[in-house]
C-alpha cells in the first residue's frame, strides 16, 4: 500500500480540468487509481472539481487514508480533504479531523459533519459546543453527532440539550431537532413535539411534527394527535393531522373508539 503522495508537478490548465471531469463522468468505464487521485487532487483549481476528486478518493475506503493522510500534511485543511476523511471511515482520518478542529475556523462546521459517523467516540463537550454555537451549520452538524447519543441519554438531558434548538428562528434547525426527537417516546418528549404544532409555526415545521407524532406511532403519541383535533380543525394542518391518524394501523380500534366511530 502506498504511504506517499506523488510529487505535484503544475496546475492542471482548464482544458485539461474540463478533461478530467469528462473522466469522471465516465467513472465506471475509465476510473482512476488512487495513486491517479491523490496526484490530481492538490494540481485542480475548480472547487467542485477538487471536491469530486476527493469525494473519489474517499469512497475508496479505509485502504484510502495511506493517501489522504499524506496531502493533509501536504496541503494542510481543505474542504475536499474534510470530505475525504469523512467518508473514508478509518480511525486515523477521524484523529485527523479532530486534530483540525480546535483551529479549523470557517471551516470548523465542515470538520464537524465529518465526525458525523464517530459522534458516539468523540468528547461530549465537541457536541455540546456545536449545539449552542450560533450558527445554522454548526447546530445542524451538532444534531448529526447527538444522533449517535440519542439512546444514551435520558430524556430530560435530551430535551435540556434540543430545546433551545426547538425555539430557533431557522426552519431547518427546528425540522433537524423534531426529527430526532421522533425516535423516542417519554412523555416530556412527546409533550415538546406538540409544542412545535400551531397554524403560526415557521414553514414545514408543525407539519414535520405531526408526522414525528405519527411516526412514533405509540398510544401515547396517538393521544397527543386526538388532543390537537379540536385545536386544528378548519386550519390548513387539519388534513396532515387527519392523515397521521389514518396511518397508525395498529391502534386503528383505539382511535376510533375514542373518537366515537
Do not use: Y
Amino acid at each position: 500500500m502506498a504511504t506517499a503522495v506523488a510529487p505535484v508537478s503544475t496546475l492542471l490548465s482548464p482544458h485539461e480540468e474540463a478533461a478530467l471531469s469528462e473522466r469522471l463522468g465516465r467513472w465506471r468505464r475509465q476510473p482512476l487509481s488512487l495513486e491517479e487521485l491523490s496526484e490530481l487532487l492538490p494540481r485542480v483549481c475548480d472547487p467542485s472539481l477538487a471536491l469530486s476528486l476527493a469525494e473519489r478518493l474517499g469512497m475508496a475506503g479505509p485502504e484510502a487514508i495511506s493517501w489522504i493522510l499524506p496531502l493533509c500534511q501536504s496541503q494542510g485543511i481543505t474542504k475536499p480533504l474534510i470530505r475525504a476523511l469523512g467518508i473514508c471511515h478509518h480511525p486515523q482520518a477521524c484523529e485527523q479531523l479532530l486534530t483540525w478542529l480546535p483551529h479549523a475556523g470557517d471551516l470548523e462546521p465542515e470538520v464537524l459533519e465529518a465526525l458525523g459517523c464517530w459522534g458516539n467516540l468523540i468528547d461530549f463537550e465537541i457536541i455540546e459546543a456545536a449545539l449552542r454555537a450560533p450558527g445554522q451549520s454548526h447546530r445542524l452538524a451538532g444534531l448529526t453527532l447527538l444522533t449517535f447519543r440519542n439512546r444514551s441519554l435520558d430524556a430530560s438531558a435530551m430535551l435540556e440539550l434540543t430545546a433551545p434548538l426547538l425555539q430557533d428562528f431557522r426552519a431547518e434547525i427546528v425540522i433537524a431537532t423534531l426529527k430526532l426527537l421522533q425516535r423516542r417516546n417519554e412523555p416530556t418528549v412527546l409533550e415538546a413535539i406538540s409544542r412545535c404544532i400551531s397554524i403560526d409555526a415557521l414553514p414545514g415545521v408543525a407539519e414535520t411534527a405531526l408526522q414525528a407524532l405519527g411516526c412514533i406511532g405509540s398510544l401515547e403519541s396517538c393521544q397527543h394527535l386526538i388532543t390537537l383535533r379540536s385545536q386544528l380543525a378548519g386550519t390548513r394542518l387539519e388534513d396532515a393531522l387527519e392523515r397521521q391518524l389514518k396511518a397508525q394501523v395498529r391502534h386503528r380500534a383505539w382511535i376510533e373508539q375514542m373518537l366515537g366511530n
